[in-house]
């Protein structure tokens, strides 16, 4: 499928180029911490969310030895730490390198893969694409152009049903459900996509996808652009083209990218058809993380029950878990107890839907303590999720349509309804007036329209 040109390596010079283009690029990882006002923070790559046991086990460890104890999900399926003391870098290196979550130290910062969470695990009967994962992650350790990569670029992995095709990654591969040896192959959000040949090649798309990476970067030379979308107009009009030339036997087809997102409800998902009616039917169980922050407590139930199903954690881009291979007669009492420990384990949580950055005292930018904020304005689950924003850069908010309520300077907040057709006008709540809950529950609510600015 390859064309003659290698995948595995750009030229010396683009390659230089990228390198000094990336050392801006302040993104954390594991083995370079972030100073926060909380302490230094660590931000683990979790390839498609995926931990064993002894690696759930290690975060763990490090969280509670290093850090405040707690466990943060990112919306790309990633752990950080926080509150770490700034010398603690070669500890945390060798807890997490023991555990295998540093595969490769130059690449750590680049692992950034979201995968469809439920894949191979519910009745969508969908292509499983863990056999992509696994060897698009061994990829990327072993390319030497990869390190070039920013610690922001994005790779999704999506099985058919469309979820983390609409997270606008960088480089997505669609799985193709009506031939299942078919892979697409998006590049940003463009609605064009390149079909690949079908093929029982495993290894065949991961390679198709680097290399669409390894050509985003010679593309990225002279803009210095960390990411597709961030390529001037022309460029990234081309690129596609660009890829395609690379690869033999590819087609261009017509797709347009999802514009919602469909995470996991939390519950049980419902099993595969051909093993429903066996005496070992298994489930996968999710979950939603209240603020997707969880406690030494729960995680280290969420370890548990891991141990006595599958031994396997999915970490969701949607700041959630899901836990395969819970025996389908013990699900209603797993579920119970995540509940107890006050995760979401159902849609009539008030805390469905609802998200928000660190906000303060964790962020010095940050205008307000949004999740002190979003505590007090918690109501009844609403038609729309909502995501509280200390400050204008919003950081890890949701895709999709939702409410986006931000912290202004003044101590107010200004809500706003994005649609796919773009957000409508945004409903200002002064300081001091207590309407901020009513206002955020009439926006969660309301189908049709945004309002007017009350200010």
């Not at 064309?3 to 954390?28: E, K």
Request: proline letters at 9%; glycine letters at 12%; one cysteine or more.
């Amino acid at each position: 499928m390859l064309a003659a040109m290698s995948a595995s390596a750009l030229s010396p010079r683009s390659q230089g180029a990228a390198c000094a283009r990336s050392s801006g690029d302040a993104c954390p990882g594991t083995l370079r911490l972030h100073r926060a006002d909380d302490g230094s923070l660590a931000r683990v790559r979790i390839p498609g969310g995926v931990l064993t046991v002894t690696q759930a086990e290690a975060l763990h460890e490090a969280a509670r030895r290093l850090g405040d104890g707690d466990v943060h999900l990112t919306s790309r399926g990633n752990a950080q730490l926080r509150g770490l003391a700034p010398d603690c870098g070669p500890e945390l290196a060798r807890l997490l390198g023991d555990a295998g979550l540093l595969p490769s130290e130059r690449h750590e910062r680049v692992r950034n893969i979201v995968a469809s969470p439920l894949s191979g695990l519910d009745d969508r009967e969908l292509p499983d694409i863990r056999p992509w994962l696994t060897e698009l992650d061994r990829l990327l350790c072993r390319s030497g152009s990869a390190t070039a990569l920013s610690g922001r670029f994005l790779f999704a992995l999506d099985d058919g049903r469309g979820d983390v095709d609409a997270l606008g990654a960088d480089v997505t591969l669609i799985a193709d459900p009506t031939t299942g040896s078919t892979a697409l192959l998006r590049i940003g959000d463009s609605d064009t996509v390149l079909r690949l040949p079908a093929t029982d090649d495993s290894t065949a798309a991961p390679r198709a996808a680097l290399l669409a990476a390894e050509t985003f970067l010679d593309a990225a030379r002279p803009s210095g652009a960390w990411r597709v979308k961030d390529l001037p107009d022309d460029i990234r009009a081309v690129l596609p083209a660009r890829i395609a030339g690379r690869l033999t036997g590819t087609t261009a087809a017509e797709a347009p990218r999802p514009t919602r997102a469909t995470p996991p409800r939390p519950g049980p998902a419902p099993a595969p058809a051909g093993h429903r009616s066996t005496s070992s039917t298994v489930v996968a169980l999710s979950a939603d993380i209240p603020l997707g922050r969880l406690g030494p407590a729960q995680w280290q139930l969420l370890v548990e029950t891991a141990r006595r199903c599958a031994g396997e954690l999915r970490l969701t881009p949607w700041r959630g878990v899901v836990v395969p291979g819970a025996p389908a007669d013990r699900a209603p009492g797993l579920l119970a107890a995540l509940d107890a420990a006050g995760l979401i384990t159902g849609p009539a949580s008030p805390w469905a839907g609802v998200g928000a950055c660190i906000g303060r005292p964790g962020c010095a930018k940050s205008l307000a303590d949004v999740r002190a904020d979003a505590a007090t304005a918690v109501g009844p689950p609403g038609h729309l999720p909502v995501y509280w924003s200390g400050c204008e850069r919003r950081c890890g908010h949701p895709h999709g349509e939702r409410v986006d309520v931000v912290a202004t300077p003044d101590g107010g907040h200004r809500i706003t309804v994005v649609r796919d057709d773009g957000p409508r006008d945004p409903v200002t709540v002064p300081p001091g007036t207590g309407s901020l809950a009513t206002a955020v529950a009439a926006a969660r609510g309301d189908h049709r329209t945004a309002g007017g600015s009350t200010s």
